[in-house]
């Protein structure tokens, strides 16, 4: 059983940046891709950002294209997801996820996840 603890989510103005942090419980995670998603009030969970197992390979959402950068440290058994410029919009409980995925953007390709850690962005 893989435990995902998020932190590093707050309240920051819109252009901002915010950079979350994901911990895996073991070292099984080095062999799982991981990803971040995103819930807002009233709206289904959506798919921000994945990585592949490596790191070599990483997918992005559009609307979060050339703003966020996912990247892991496998020995830190950690994911982050940096987020530059923010805005309004982007304002949701931020989920990682851990999995066999391979399309990265199913919620459903993830067997293990976070509590979760709120961003709320000022316009």
């Known amino acids: 059983q893989v435990q995902l603890v998020e932190s590093g989510g707050g309240l920051v103005q819109a252009g901002g940046s915010l950079r979350l942090s994901c911990a895996a419980s073991?070292?099984?995670?080095?062999?799982?891709?991981l990803g971040w998603f995103r819930q807002a009030p009233g709206k289904e969970r959506e798919f921000v950002a994945g990585?592949?197992?490596?790191?070599?390979?990483?997918y992005y959402e559009n609307s979060v294209k050339g703003r966020f950068t996912i990247s892991r440290d496998n020995a830190k058994n950690t994911v982050y997801l940096q987020m530059d410029s923010l805005k309004p919009e982007d304002t949701a409980v931020y989920f990682c996820?851990?999995?066999?995925?391979?399309?990265?953007?199913?919620?459903?390709?993830?067997?293990?996840w976070g509590q979760g850690t709120q961003v709320t962005v000022s316009s």
């Open positions: 996820a851990a999995g066999g995925a391979s399309s990265y953007e199913g919620t459903w390709e993830y067997d293990y």
């Open positions: 073991e070292r099984t995670s080095s062999r799982l891709a």
């Open positions: 990585i592949s197992a490596s790191g070599t390979n990483t």
